[in-house]
């Protein structure tokens, strides 16, 4: 069911503060959202909210940490009071912690699912009534790595596959009662964000995304574009298709892949303290912005995404055409 104009939505952002959050508050303000800004850290949420407002848009930052539910419900609670309803809620804090399994400290995945899933579902909760009302649409922003976990992110990959079924069935719930609210879970690939500098890590080494790497702001269209036409999940990337897409074919030559992989590909390779400071337990001091330390590397659109999006399922099937034509040239070359 098609949505009110982004430009007729109030739109409560977690995670506001940076990365790929930072990036969708900035797109949904730009094309005229009134735009509640969610996070821990004040300051960079300051900044976030000034970006939108001197574009001629409409912002409230509200510090808030996902985990505390009262928190998250005095947020959905200023955003009403603030602008009268909300049309669109996304999810999108997380924290992360890059360590073997049997080098992972319990407290540390606690607040990994706390944060991650129980944050997440906190947010549904609270939103959940208003949403009825405006007939809105609930964003998950969950991960690729919801369908394939794979090493050195145990707790990462563990939430985010507990919240893509949590949401199936109460997606069906919601259709059920006819309650005219959509749940969107949008399934990203690798993206420049600080949080690769600010996740905590036990391996000594510099963490990075698993190439190839994207720029935030192709992915918050994409999640902006769900504001007004909801779709039940979205990949994000051709990475993010390849593995979905990999994890049916063959699970097992995904294990194998990763063996060989898994850990070189999540670092780049210099060293950094595994005591360095990181953002699991309290924020970090200072705005990190939106992109992260890869924008050399991170490419500025993406071209499977578009074409979902804007030219049907047509196109799509024409692109699955010309990827198989070019795989197989490349067989046979070899």
């Known amino acids: ?47 976030a909210a000034a970006e939108i407002e001197a574009g001629g848009g409409e912002a409230l930052a509200v510090s808030t940490d996902v985990t505390a539910r009262e928190q998250v419900d005095a947020l959905a609670a200023e955003a009403v009071e603030r602008f009268g309803g909300i049309h669109t809620w996304v999810d999108n804090a997380m924290v992360t912690v890059y360590a073997e399994i049997e080098h992972l400290a319990e407290d540390e995945l606690r607040r990994v699912i706390e944060t991650n899933f129980f944050g997440s579902i906190s947010g549904f909760w609270a939103a959940l009534p208003h949403l009825k009302r405006s007939r809105g649409t609930f964003v998950n922003v969950n991960s690729a790595l919801a369908y394939r976990g794979i090493p050195l992110q145990a707790a990462y990959c563990a939430s985010k596959a507990a919240l893509r079924t949590f ?141 979902r999006l804007k030219r049907g399922p047509v196109a799509l099937l024409g692109l699955v055409g010309v990827a198989a034509a070019l795989a197989t040239m490349r067989s046979r070359s070899g």
């Open 1 to 47: 069911m098609r949505k009110q104009p982004v430009h007729e939505q109030v739109v409560v952002i977690t995670g506001a503060s940076s990365g790929l959050g930072r990036a969708v508050a900035r797109e949904a303000g730009r094309r005229g959202a009134r735009v509640v800004l969610a996070g821990r850290n004040g300051d960079a949420l300051a900044s």
């Open 167 to 307: 949401y199936e069935s109460a997606r069906v719930e919601l259709e059920k009662h006819g309650a005219g609210v959509d749940i969107c879970v949008i399934l990203p690939a690798a993206i420049n964000t600080p949080q690769f500098d600010r996740g905590r890590q036990k391996l000594g080494l510099q963490p990075q995304p698993v190439p190839p790497i994207y720029q935030p702001e192709p992915f918050a269209e994409a999640i902006v574009h769900m504001f007004e036409r909801p779709t039940r999940e979205l990949p994000v990337g051709w990475g993010a298709q390849k593995l979905l897409w990999g994890q049916k074919l063959s699970p097992r030559a995904g294990d194998l892949v990763l063996r060989r992989t898994g850990w070189s590909s999540q670092t780049t390779g210099a060293p950094k303290p595994v005591d360095a400071p990181d953002n699991l337990f309290e924020t970090l001091p200072g705005d990190p912005g939106a992109h992260g330390r890869f924008d050399a590397q991170a490419k500025g659109s993406t071209a499977w995404t578009s074409l």
